[in-house]
């Protein structure tokens, strides 16, 4: 498929025509009109986003008919994808319906690998406070991943690292929800619970876990650095994951409170042994796998 900018101006003009009729066609449904209203966007804006916009309209249309999880007729039960603005970009994010919600509150789940607070498996782009200037770098960089990764699933992630309670997690873990709407897989592990969690499935589903670390579309490690340092979860878990992530050239994020160079001193040391040499191989590796990108701002949790 072409991309728009290797079209000749003749074909520019006859996209630009078929887009534009399919935008008037749209507009036959009061829905997508006044989602369009709401959202504030002109018509030379929208026409790209046609079939997304449709798709949102339809899939709201569904939750308010909706009776139980059970009949949701979504692409993605229990959730409904819908547009957001940011900057001058649109995005579409897959948002947990209210009945969801519920379920979530009302059962406990089974301890998952990724499980995190709902604030973060609910983080959103619209919900990132973007006037904080300390948090610029990593924002803009969030997008740009954002835009790449539409054309382009061989990236580097991002080695996220500085103060605690930066809102690193979050950043990260809303761009993952955006880009998980587009059927990518999204995983989320904090890293300490998930080298327990390994270490207690040695007799039953220890490949099946390490598996599907090792394959998710977008991988974020995150807390990297707070865990206790072994030779097994530095080179055994560690180490493997990461180099056949880079080997299969698979995007992978860090969070840390700790620096790349602070991160090689804490690896150096297990059981009271310093090995200089494996650290720096998983320092290699993260450095093949990420950007790296430093926040220093207030503590929001606080």
């Not at 948002?95 to 059962?107: D, F, N, R, Y």
């Not at 180490?239 to 080997?247: A, P, V």
């Amino acid at each position: 498929m072409k991309r728009i900018s290797e079209y000749s101006s003749i074909d520019k003009e006859e996209l630009k025509r078929e887009l534009s009729a399919s935008y008037d066609k749209a507009c036959e449904n009061i829905e997508f009109v006044e989602l369009v209203n709401k959202l504030k966007l002109k018509k030379e804006d929208s026409l790209t986003y046609t079939s997304k916009l449709l798709r949102s309209v339809s899939e709201l249309h569904n939750c308010k008919n909706c009776k139980s999880l059970s009949t949701c007729k979504n692409s993605s039960k229990g959730y409904y994808i819908y547009p957001v603005k940011y900057g001058n970009m649109l995005y579409f994010e897959n948002i947990a319906c209210k009945k969801l919600l519920k379920s979530m509150e009302q059962e406990k789940k089974k301890t998952k690998i990724y499980l995190e607070p709902l604030e973060i498996q609910n983080a959103s782009m619209k919900n990132i406070d973007i006037t904080d200037k300390k948090r610029e770098k990593l924002i803009k960089a969030v997008n740009k991943f954002y835009k790449d990764y539409q054309t382009n699933k061989n990236i580097k992630g991002l080695y996220v690292h500085g103060s605690f309670g930066a809102g690193k997690t979050y950043i990260i873990a809303a761009l993952f929800n955006a880009l998980a709407q587009d059927g990518n897989k999204a995983l989320i592990i904090y890293y300490p619970e998930m080298l327990r969690l390994l270490k207690s499935s040695f007799q039953s589903n220890y490949e099946e876990l390490m598996d599907s670390i090792k394959n998710s579309d977008l991988l974020l490690i995150d807390d990297i650095g707070a865990e206790s340092i072994t030779s097994w979860s530095r080179d055994e878990v560690l180490g493997t994951i990461l180099q056949y992530r880079m080997d299969n050239k698979l995007s992978t994020f860090f969070t840390s409170n700790l620096d790349i160079n602070e991160l090689e001193i804490h690896l150096r040391e297990t059981n009271n042994n310093i090995d200089s040499v494996k650290a720096r191989r998983i320092i290699e590796r993260i450095k093949q796998l990420t950007n790296d990108v430093e926040i220093i701002s207030k503590n929001r949790r606080v």
